[in-house]
């Protein structure tokens, strides 16, 4: 039992990291956007899920009170209205995670636009600033996400019964597989052509008519809706959204360590890379107790230690990861004299 366990949580981890990072791939690795804010997206589809569900089935559900302040209670009554009702149960949950899309979509925009046009250091300084403030506003304005305590979401998959863990872990991971199936098919694109043009030589890709400011916005406006999916999924199977725990180590850190070590504007690369760290870190929490005596510090920080010194590394020796980039298929010339004649 402990070993289906860990295999459910690992495949749920890997789910939420793959959509992340294949975001993050998306961005940085093919359009070329230094993006050290990918928490910004991911805490925003968070937000959602912690702000917009359970207030809809309070009010359907006509309970006085405060959502947050009484979130115990409140979630408890929800939680078991939702385990007798699969239909209100699923569309809840696909009418939450459209929000998250629109409200990933909005953000994506809106970090971008200030200063898409001033260059790639202002850019990437005031991704990094807003995905900072967004947690911090999420840590001291409690209407939002309970402040530093956090709050409960409600359990769309209530109705799952004992087999909750089970179905939550596979409907994150199925989203996962989705996601990787649309960014290879968008990458392997002409768009993809594009946004490698714009990522290789603005001046250039400029000069063949290419908008750089409307590519990189709409980019952006996609791979924060992406990332955002990530945050709802990952806020739906902790069962409760805590802004705390959104880091910029955890979140943004650790993808750029993932497409690093798998291969940048590689996706198959980025698989690799997140099955390998995700499975690195649960050896380090299953073993943390034995480890301990033999390191002079707290266990605790091996992760992160593990990680910097495995970026390094990756940088000076494997800079284009395990899986390098590789060429856009393009169609044959004798499709493309079909296409020509149609």
Known sequence: MAAIDFLLDMLATVGVYLMLTLSLNLDSGY??????????????????????????LATMLGMSGDFVTDNASMIFQINSFL???FLISTALFIATIIVAIGFGMIVGYVSTRPAVKIGSGPLAITLLVMGEGLRVIGTNYAPLAGGSIGISAPDVFAWAGGDRFLVVSVVVFVFSVAIF???????????????????????????????IVGVKLKTMMVSSAIAAVAGALYAFYSGAVISTAYTR??????????????????????VTGVFTFV????????????????LPFDVLWLELILYGVMVILILMYRPEGLIPEKRTPTLKMSTLKKMQKT
């Open 279 to 294: 499975f690195l870190r649960k050896l380090i929490v299953m073993y943390k107790a034995e480890l301990t005596p033999y």
């Open 181 to 211: 199936f649309f960014v290879n098919r968008l990458t392997n694109a002409p768009l993809g052509r594009m946004l490698r043009a714009v990522r290789d030589n603005e001046i250039a890709a400029e000069s063949l008519g290419i908008d």
């Open 83 to 85: 385990a007798s009702n």
């Open 31 to 56: 359009c070329g956007i230094p993006n050290f804010g990918k928490v910004l997206a991911m805490i925003a589809g968070a937000f959602v899920v912690a702000f917009f569900p359970g207030r809809i």
């Open 249 to 270: 180590a955890s979140w943004t850190f650790i993808p750029w360590a993932m497409m690093l070590l798998g291969g940048v504007a590689n996706n198959v690369g980025v």
